[in-house]
């Protein structure tokens, strides 16, 4: 039981090049989130799916897009990667919407340059 | 709007000193809160939570009450130890109905350093 898993681990972009950052949870969880966590900043919600075949935009969504594949995966995109998107980017799960106890996986470092 | 206010760190204590982190909330409606816990290099995981006003959530030694009269959710150790270093989070939750609701929304964090 592998619980949240992501990947890459880290990540160095050019500013304008794109790239997707993978999510996996393995606990049938029903409601997915991509979080970015910056320095005195706590984490904040880029986007989320309540549920499979449901994506909703949180406090800061542009420049993002998301794709829930299926139950288990939901992708992160950066489609023109900005130096603003350096951070670390944490994916999370629960059981439904709505619902406090959230699994986080282990994150992304990005730096875009 | 529905915010968390944790007190700036980073903390720095001896080993099995007492630890009190403080952190209040602002929110309308009534919030349930965490607290979070996240080891270097690791994401965050649940350290412990409170549903309703005067509920205690414990766990490994950690400690806080919900107290609604003063919209606080303070963290408390007895005795830490060099193992609780981390960057602890207090985080709130809107039950359905209100504004805002089923979106966990966190505080800034707060390092604790303990040394030997």
């Known amino acids: 039981n592998a619980g949240v898993t992501q990947t890459p681990k880290f990540q160095v972009l050019k500013t304008g090049q794109s790239m997707t950052l993978q999510c996996a949870q393995d606990?049938?969880?029903?409601?997915m989130y991509w979080y970015r966590q910056d320095p005195g900043m706590g984490l904040r919600l880029i986007y989320y799916?309540?549920?499979?075949?449901t994506t909703d935009k949180g406090e800061v969504p542009n420049g993002y897009n998301v794709s829930r594949l299926n139950k288990r995966e939901f992708s992160l995109r950066l489609e023109s990667a900005a130096p603003s998107q350096t951070s670390v980017y944490f994916c999370?799960?629960?059981?439904?919407w709505g619902v406090g106890t959230q699994y986080f996986g282990p994150g992304t470092r990005l730096l875009v340059l | 709007g529905n915010s968390v206010t944790q007190m700036e760190g980073p903390v720095t204590l001896s080993e099995e000193a007492f630890l009190t982190i403080n952190c209040t909330y602002t929110?309308?409606?009534?919030?349930?809160l965490f607290w979070y816990v996240q080891y270097p290099g690791e994401g965050l995981q649940l350290l412990l939570k409170?549903?309703?006003?005067?509920d205690k959530g414990s766990n490994k030694g950690f400690e806080a009450t919900y107290r609604k009269e003063t919209t606080s959710f303070h963290l408390e150790k007895g005795s830490v130890q060099v193992s609780d270093s981390a960057v602890y989070f207090c985080?709130?939750?809107?039950?359905?109905?209100?504004?805002?609701?089923?979106?966990?929304?966190f505080g800034a964090g707060t390092q604790v350093v303990v040394t030997p």
């Open positions: 999370a799960s629960s059981e439904e």
């Open positions: 929110a309308t409606g009534y919030p349930s």
């Open positions: 409170a549903t309703k006003a005067d």
């Open positions: 985080a709130l939750i809107l039950t359905i109905g209100a504004d805002s609701w089923g979106k966990l929304q």
């Open positions: 606990m049938n969880h029903n409601s």
């Open positions: 799916s309540a549920s499979e075949g």
